[in-house]
């Protein structure tokens, strides 16, 4: 159980498009998932919280016009990257919380490594 | 401010040594610390969560405590597919869940 997938796994896009990554909660409802940033070598950088039905909360530095969060159903989370530049390649994670049995332990997906050229 | 510290930040073991990785955490009350293992170009896996002070949980060759200020992961007997980076993580109480991230021990176990 509490299986998180993402699609794509790998995204390779041109400078000024946007990309749109997919975040599934498979065998659980999720009420609020989390996005992550990671740099090579380095620990995963939260960016934001997203609650469904209501709008993300963003962590401090992260441009919410940039990265656009949307939580449509208590099993997706969407993150849209509008027009990436290259600094925006990196990998990003996703996590949801499965509060079926009242805990909060947060199961991660696999990640998108996306590379803007 | 919340933190999370990991020691060593590499760790070298030979198949069988046993050994153990840190992790010592501040936080304005805790709901939970957590331990995940991952690998290079995936997410982290869920390995543990520990509530409160004096809790154990074990998994194979893993085995996780906690105390007030540090909580240990610890290796027994590690085979070379144990090579991995180990993550640590505290979740505030009263938060929506966010983890606050180590920055991880990158354990290799040679052959």
């Known amino acids: 159980g509490a299986v998180v997938s993402q699609h794509p796994s790998r995204v390779i896009c041109k400078s000024g498009t946007s990309v749109k990554i997919e975040c599934r909660s498979l065998?659980?409802?999720?009420?609020?998932m989390f996005w992550y940033r990671q740099f090579p070598k380095k620990s995963l950088m939260l960016m934001a919280t997203?609650?469904?039905?209501?709008?993300?909360?963003?962590e401090q530095g992260v441009e919410k016009d940039k990265f656009l969060i949307n939580h449509a159903s208590l099993t997706l989370s969407t993150l849209t990257v509008t027009s990436a530049h290259p600094e925006d390649s990196s990998f990003y994670i996703c996590?949801?919380?499965?509060?079926?049995?009242?805990?909060?332990?947060?199961?991660f997906g696999p990640g998108t490594r996306l590379t803007v050229t | 401010e919340d933190q999370v510290t990991q020691s060593p930040e590499a760790l070298r073991l030979q198949e069988g040594e046993s050994s153990s990785l840190n992790c010592s955490y501040t936080?304005?009350?805790?709901?939970?610390l957590f331990w995940y293992r991952q690998d290079p170009g995936k997410g982290p896996e869920f390995l543990f969560t520990?509530?409160?002070a004096g809790e154990e949980k074990e998994k194979e060759r893993l085995k996780a405590t906690l105390t007030k200020k540090e909580s240990f992961l610890h290796i027994t007997a590690p085979k070379p597919e144990d090579s991995a980076t180990y993550l640590c993580?505290?979740?505030?109480?009263?938060?929506?869940?966010?983890?606050?991230f180590g920055k991880g021990t990158k354990l290799s176990v040679k052959p």
């Open positions: 996590s949801a919380i499965d509060r079926a049995w009242g805990t909060y332990e947060q199961y």
């Open positions: 065998d659980f409802q999720a009420t609020t």
């Open positions: 997203s609650n469904e039905g209501s709008k993300a909360t963003y």
């Open positions: 936080v304005s009350g805790l709901r939970g």
């Open positions: 520990l509530y409160s």
């Open positions: 993580a505290v979740q505030a109480r009263g938060s929506q869940g966010n983890l606050i």
